[in-house]
């Protein structure tokens, strides 16, 4: 009777905390804000691309309308043509430059790899990492300056809005807000013990002088999750580390169908539960357990919950069209969904954009194999 209540208590618990939290998040969670124009002369934007052309050609002209003072490429041994395209759109830029990547080494992954190439080839006193598929809107660049100003982050990473368009790739990514937003309250993110740490990979804006006294990517080289890590080495080293949601100035379209998303979270699902295939099945089984199971016989109380949940997400990341707030309805769905991202995330190995990736109870310990 006792281990039946629990599992009865055990919706609620988890549904109360993620609610509270994304309550917290509401009012104290940073937004970036539209600000005077900034001095970006000093600011290097560095892009690690590989196989990203069908992404550039929609991106790469808002990041270079930013006007940094120098933008570096790493055409990461792309088969898609992303150097020649980068090139053709950034013709007549003296900014600008796409570099060719060299062939991933041993014990590197190939993202900490690139970028740890872009930063040898990176001049500015500020080095902004940011992925081929983020969106820099109009004043984007002032803004993220002007809230590492105010915050006097060593490390300000960005959590761009989601830009989801087809119904396929609405399934999942959405999963991307709701474990930040419903997990980590803002407050416990400013303490400055490196545990209590949160990153983007997608933008990272270092001031230099930090970045090189971690080590920069090489201090991380074997993560698969490095942005987190990067952020823990910041606070090792006496630094800050700020985090801001995008809103209408820098967004993201991460998948472009339900099968991607699926071999994207499937990429990072066991390091994000601590290399622990068994910690990951239990959180698909509490993720069962409170939406899928009172679909079926749980109070209306519950449902609402989750429901409200969703909206609360949404409403903090701005992102309340109709389309969007739609979303809310599939929690019920969303553990079922996302089953084959768990059983891709306990393979031994997991393959992203053509490189297979070693998996271990200690991922830390074992660095992922190079390009295969």
Same mark, same amino acid.
């Given at each position: ?14 549904? *109360? ?19 005077? &124009?900034?001095?970006?002369? *000093? ?39 992303? *150097? ?53 809107? &109009? ?34 990514? &959405? ?123 749980? &109070? ?17 990341? *701005? ?54």
């Amino acid at each position: 009777m006792r281990a039946a209540g629990l599992w009865r208590a055990l919706p609620w618990a988890v549904l *109360g905390v993620k609610v509270a939290v994304a309550l917290i998040n509401l009012p104290t969670f940073p937004r970036l804000r539209p600000s005077a &124009p900034q001095d970006k002369t *000093g600011v290097s934007v560095l892009v690690p691309a590989r196989n990203e052309a069908h992404n550039l050609r929609e991106t790469l002209p808002g990041l270079l309308a930013q006007n940094a003072g120098e933008v570096r490429l790493l055409d990461d041994q792309s088969e898609d043509g992303t *150097g020649a395209l980068a090139r053709q759109l950034s013709a007549g830029r003296r900014e600008v430059q796409v570099l060719d990547g060299q062939p991933v080494p041993d014990g590197w992954n190939g993202k900490t790899w690139a970028c740890w190439q872009l930063a040898q080839a990176a001049g500015g006193e500020w080095l902004l990492f940011t992925d081929a598929d983020v969106r820099w809107r &109009p004043g984007a660049l002032d803004a993220l300056l002007a809230e590492a100003a105010r915050t006097r982050a060593d490390l300000l990473s960005v959590f761009p809005r989601q830009d989801n368009v087809t119904p396929g790739e609405r399934l999942l990514t &959405p999963l991307v807000d709701h474990v930040l937003l419903t997990l980590l309250p803002a407050p416990l993110l400013r303490v400055p013990h490196p545990s209590a740490s949160a990153a983007n990979g997608q933008v990272m804006l270092f001031r230099r002088a930090a970045y090189e006294r971690l080590g920069g990517h090489a201090a991380v080289r074997a993560h698969l999750l490095e942005d987190v890590a990067l952020s823990r080495e910041v606070k090792a080293t006496g630094g800050t580390v700020s985090v801001a949601l995008g809103q209408g100035l820098i967004g993201v379209r991460m998948y472009r169908s339900y099968q991607d998303s699926v071999r994207g979270f499937g990429k990072n699902a066991l390091t994000v539960h601590g290399g622990s295939r068994v910690v990951l099945g239990l959180s698909w089984a509490v993720h069962l357990l409170t939406y899928t199971a009172p679909l079926r016989r749980g &109070p209306p109380l519950l449902l609402a919950l989750a429901l409200l949940e969703g909206v609360l997400v949404r409403v903090l990341t *701005g992102r309340t069209r109709p389309a969007d707030l739609a979303e809310v309805t599939l929690a019920p769905v969303v553990p079922l969904l996302a089953l084959p991202v768990y059983l891709r995330a306990a393979r031994r190995t997991v393959e992203w954009k053509g490189r297979h990736y070693a998996q271990s109870e200690n991922p830390q310990d074992r660095p992922p194999r190079g390009a295969t």
